[in-house]
């Protein structure tokens, strides 16, 4: 199975912060990267898949990067509703997995 | 916009069984793969299944795989999942999400808002 990691687990930013969270896959997966916003007692919401193409209605305030085994989540200015976990997930082969997840909190 | 929206959660005794469903409100909904995922609480994202467009292809996590079973009804938008030989460690939020088409190599379009399970005596 692929291993994903996330750093940092834990980020304290204030709004207006660029921020940028990596993930780590244990294997090369091409492309076939999604990161995914969830906040507390909400379901998750697709922010960016195929690792850079940002998912319909998403501000463009984020981006994603990377190919192979690591990869990046960019906020370039940190707003208020940004407060929330962020989860990567590899979709490059079967069983699917997610990272474990950094939460985004207010400094 | 596209909703999905599952139901059939609650409480059930350790060995139990239980029925999730899964309605979605699309017009592809034929034509896309769906996946089950589920999270305990206060724990990160895990993946439980996926089923093919047509119901052929099912893919299961190995901590379920043998006592969950994945289905679909293309002439009703549901997606089910069958959950026998429920243990304490089941118990979690599950949530529905279409693919965007196919599931493998591609991405999760949309999410449920979830559905709880609790197992517990």
């Known amino acids: 199975d692929i291993q994903l990691t996330q750093s940092p687990s834990f980020l304290s930013a204030s709004v207006g912060d660029r921020v940028t969270i990596t993930c780590r896959a244990s294997q090369g997966i091409s492309s076939y990267l999604a990161w995914h916003q969830q906040k507390p007692g909400k379901a998750p919401k697709v922010l960016i898949y195929?690792?850079?193409t940002l998912q319909s209605g998403v501000p463009s305030r984020f981006s994603g990067s990377g190919s192979g085994t690591e990869f990046t989540l960019t906020i370039s200015s940190l707003q208020p509703e940004d407060f929330a976990t962020y989860y990567c997930?590899?979709?490059?082969?079967?069983?699917?997995?997610f990272g474990p997840g950094t939460k985004v909190d207010i400094k | 916009e596209v909703q999905v929206l599952e139901s059939g959660g609650g409480l059930v005794q350790p060995g139990g069984s239980l029925r999730l469903s899964c309605a979605a409100s699309?017009?592809?909904?034929?034509?896309?793969?769906m996946v089950w995922v589920r999270q305990a609480p206060g724990k990160g994202l895990e993946w439980v299944s996926a089923l093919s467009s047509r119901g052929d292809d099912a893919y299961y996590a190995d901590s379920v795989k043998g006592r969950f079973t994945v289905s679909r009804d293309n002439s009703k938008n549901t997606l089910y999942l069958q959950l026998d030989s429920l243990r304490a460690e089941d118990t979690a939020t599950y949530y529905c999400?279409?693919?965007?088409?196919?599931?493998?190599?591609?991405?999760?379009?949309?999410w449920g808002q979830g559905t709880l399970v609790t197992v517990s005596s």
């Open positions: 195929a690792a850079s």
């Open positions: 999400a279409k693919c965007g088409g196919n599931c493998l190599r591609n991405y999760f379009e949309y």
């Open positions: 997930q590899q979709l490059n082969s079967y069983p699917f997995t």
């Open positions: 699309t017009l592809d909904f034929s034509s896309s793969s």
